[in-house]
């Protein structure tokens, strides 16, 4: 009887070497040496190589081609003398209206003109030399394009978002999906912007649409050869409006501003000297914006020319031109408004200059006198 036994070869094929037990060694029986008649013994070829198959590194991996490309394998091999070599698709043999072959002294070629889908699966090649065979395999795929999602459903809208959800694609082109591509159109424009590309699932909310605008969506599927020649479009628009806007006014309380005259700086007592202009200043804070009344020792000045009275956001100012001995006493600034009234007095002094000697008076004038004397005038 015989055995079948492999030994493995470090190029990628397997080599089976069929061995001959000892019984069968001892040759027949005498009775069928007695029978046989054959006066020419049958003789095996000398093998002078073992056959082996040089597998190529890049047809160690699946090899990939699209749908149409050229499938054009040149597999190396070696044996002495010239070994049998055959093909198999799958366990089966070549279809020869579609697979071509060459088999050569030290390779052999397998050539597809133009490949299918059909022709993906393993492909194996036998190098056989007498009891000893090598054996390679390569697994061939081809791949296309996948087919569209079956649909896109536009679930809801709501502010400037919108939800969608796809269905995947019955035929995904032989090939695992790298995922799918997601595009939206305005239908102003009527242009189509990508909004995600290679996105694994199969629902997405969409962000940030122009308030006004109707989008419609569409979604592709994508692999290896690119993405799916059409896509389906949402059946109906997404339409963003505007969100109502409610102005709801609070209570509000106006706050009363309305103040009775009060005085935040008062009138500083001063001395100045004879013929030189004297300031007195005050400030007054009321609402409304009351009434100043200047007065000296009591007496109303207002109209006097020799008096200058001005009143500028709460700040009130009394010039008294070239003041004289009797222009000495006491003023008094009063402010009346409808909510009530308000003064404030000072003193002012009048010093004669009598000399050259340089002086600063409580007023803020510089003067120059030999000597002074102060004169008090009370109406």
Known sequence: MEAATALEVPSGSTLKVKETHTADAEGPPASSRQESS????QLLPHIEEHPKIWLPRTLRQTYIRK??????????????PKPRATWTHDGCALDASRVSVRNGEQDSILFIRE??????????????????EATATIDILVIERPGPPQSIKLVD??????TLEWTPPQD????????????????KSGLWFTVLERYHRTSFTVSNLIVGNSYAFRVFAENQCGLSETAPITADLAHIQKAATVCKIEGFVQRDFSEAPKFTQPLADCTTVTGYDTQLFCCVRASPKPKIIWLKNKMDIQGNPKYRALSHLGICSLEIRKP??????????????????ASVDCRVDVKASTGNTAEKTDCGETVFSRS??????LD
Do not use: H, M
């Open 38 to 41: 054959s006066p020419i013994p």
């Open 67 to 80: 749908v149409g490309d050229t499938v054009n394998l040149l597999i190396p091999f070696q044996g002495k």
């Open 115 to 132: 490949a299918q889908r059909a022709d993906s699966g393993r492909y194996q090649l036998s190098v056989q030399l007498g009891e000893l």
């Open 157 to 162: 809208v709501w502010g400037s978002n919108a």
């Open 172 to 187: 995904t082109g032989n090939a695992a999906l790298l995922g799918y591509t997601l595009q939206k159109a305005d239908t």
């Open 324 to 341: 004289g001995p009797f222009d000495g006493g006491i003023y008094t600034c009063k402010a009346v408004n409808p909510l009530g009234e």
């Open 372 to 377: 002074s004397s102060t004169v008090s005038a």
